[in-house]
């Protein structure tokens, strides 16, 4: 019985730290909607990664930008590192919004399972 009680606790927390997950995600057509809502904010923001561009700074530093879509919206995502996600797959990316630039400065980019894989 305790036992039952354990497994149930275990769903009801993870059911709930996942929908508290998704309900953390901001939008990129709500991103752009009031940008000045959340400047300097960190934020979690999903979508599709497209044109993914390599650049070098004047100090001679690698930095790579891509567009994170929804379909409708894109919003620019600047990052340090190569991201590890292929063109035209969804991620998952948390970072500070500039909305001078309307850019987000990556901290985090995460990409998702294909689900045939």
Known sequence: MKAVRLIS????????SVGAAVAGETRVDELLR??????????VVRG???????????????YYTFR???????????????????TGA???VRGRFEHASN????IAVT??????H
Request: proline share 5%.
């Open 111 to 116: 990409c998702e399972q294909d689900p045939a």
């Open 68 to 86: 994170l879509s929804d379909n409708v919206k894109e919003v620019l995502v600047l990052m340090n590192g190569r991201p590890t996600c292929k």
């Open 9 to 16: 606790l275990v769903f009801v927390l993870l059911g709930t």
């Open 90 to 92: 969804m991620v998952t």
């Open 103 to 106: 850019r987000v400065d990556a």
């Open 48 to 62: 599709t990664l497209t044109r993914l561009q390599t650049h070098t700074s004047r100090k001679g530093d690698r």
């Open 34 to 43: 009031d940008p000045s809502h959340f400047d300097g904010r960190t934020l």
